[in-house]
């Protein structure tokens, strides 16, 4: 599996307050990232489901990297979105090589 593009930290929303009703799958998870720079279909890397309310430290694989990481940096904030706002994050790392479109 390739490096991922970043590591962040992301919280999902309670059901309650607007987010999923029931958890993500296991291992993998698409949704769009929403950060200042423009919004980004991305994959999540999962060791087991992000249950609403919880938070946890991931590795993100963008669809679009080289888009995508243009002024990505430690820090940004963003919003993860699933037809409404689910959750938001911060990323924590940016990493110099990865995606799933190399795959």
Not at 7 to 16: C, E, F, K, N, S
Not at 72 to 85: H, I, N, R, S, V
């Given at each position: 599996?390739?490096?991922?593009?970043a590591?962040?930290?992301?919280?999902?929303?309670?059901?309650?307050q607007?987010?999923?009703a029931?958890?993500?799958?296991?291992?993998?998870?698409?949704?769009?990232?929403?950060?200042?720079?423009?919004?980004?279909?991305?994959r999540l890397?999962?060791?087991?489901a992000?249950?609403?309310?919880?938070?946890r430290?991931v590795?993100?694989?963008?669809?679009?990297?080289?888009?995508?990481k243009r002024g990505?940096?430690?820090?940004?904030?963003?919003?993860?979105?699933?037809?409404?706002?689910i959750g938001?994050?911060?990323?924590?790392?940016?990493?110099?090589?990865?995606?799933l479109a190399?795959?």
């Open positions: 599996m390739p490096e991922p593009d590591i962040a930290a992301v919280a999902l929303l309670p059901t309650d607007g987010g999923r029931g958890p993500t799958p296991d291992e993998w998870f698409g949704c769009v990232l929403a950060m200042s720079s423009g919004k980004y279909d991305v890397k999962l060791d087991r992000l249950v609403p309310g919880s938070t430290r590795a993100v694989y963008f669809l679009d990297p080289a888009n995508a990505l940096a430690p820090g940004t904030q963003f919003d993860l979105w699933e037809g409404g706002t938001f994050g911060r990323i924590e790392k940016v990493c110099t090589a990865g995606s190399a795959e």
